[in-house]
């Protein structure tokens, strides 16, 4: 009797543990785009020339987008764009800006939504679709390329992406330059570490980005680097 308890009680607590240690796997695999858990994402490629490619996200933004796009113009160095849908409607001049002067445009969803990994199907389909649809009557050109917002991946994203023949866009080098505080950390976290085929994610509606872009693109290419448009990196098209 007591030796069946005591199976009974340990046997839950494995249950219990397995079952912790599953939902953990599921959240890290959700949470580390690089991890390729629900979906493939490109965050780097293997290449033998010293070459990467820098990516903003979440503009385009009055004030800041534009700044970054002069530091850009004036180093000739071509960049993508992962633009959300809402913001695209209040800036459109800024998205063909970007296109004029050869960056390459992205998709980063409609409303950048803080819950949006809890979205259904339908819905990030909507999302994807719309803000695809916004991009396509500004420059007359479909972007192939996504990236998730949060970089957060689910089964629904893995679908949605499918269904709108997007290439999932990761990253493998982080800038943090929404939170960090110092142009020293900033630096540090993209050029630290840096190698060849690497993605680094950037936000053109950060001002130490803003501040800081002209000093990165110099310590990369004082370290030996060129830098590649997304695309011309991945040697895929952006476009349909
Ligand atoms: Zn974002």
Redesign the pocket.
């Known amino acids: 009797m007591l030796v069946s308890k005591l199976f009974f009680s340990l046997s839950l607590w494995w249950m219990i543990l397995v079952v912790f240690v599953y939902s953990l796997f599921l959240v890290y695999g959700a949470i580390k785009i690089q991890a390729n858990f629900f979906m493939t994402s490109i965050n780097e490629t293997k290449t033998n020339k010293k070459q990467i490619a820098l990516t903003f ?2 503009g385009p933004l009055e004030n800041k987008t534009n700044l970054i796009l002069d530091i850009l113009k004036n180093n000739n160095i071509h960049a993508a764009f ?1 633009c ?1 849908g809402s913001q695209i409607e209040k800036h459109p001049s800024l998205l063909l800006r970007m296109h004029n002067e050869g960056h390459i445009i992205g998709n ?2 409609y409303s ?1 939504h803080f819950f949006f990994d809890l979205k259904s199907v339908k819905e990030m389909q909507n999302e994807l679709m719309k803000t695809g649809d916004i991009i396509e009557q500004n420059i007359h050109k479909r972007t192939r390329f996504f ?1 998730p ?3 957060v991946t689910n089964p629904n994203l893995a679908r949605a992406v499918r269904s709108g023949n997007y290439y999932s866009i990761g990253w493998s080098r982080r800038s943090m330059d929404t939170v960090v505080k110092t142009e020293q950390k900033l630096l540090r976290n993209i050029t630290g570490k840096l190698k060849a085929g690497d993605i680094v994610l950037l ?1 053109d509606t950060a001002i130490i980005t803003v501040q800081n872009l002209q000093g990165i693109i110099d310590v990369i290419k004082n370290k030996g680097f060129e830098i590649v448009r997304l695309d011309k990196l991945l040697n895929i098209e952006a476009y349909a």
Do not use: A, E, N
């Open positions: 996200d979440d992962f959300i980063h969803s950048h990236r917002p949060y970089g936000h």
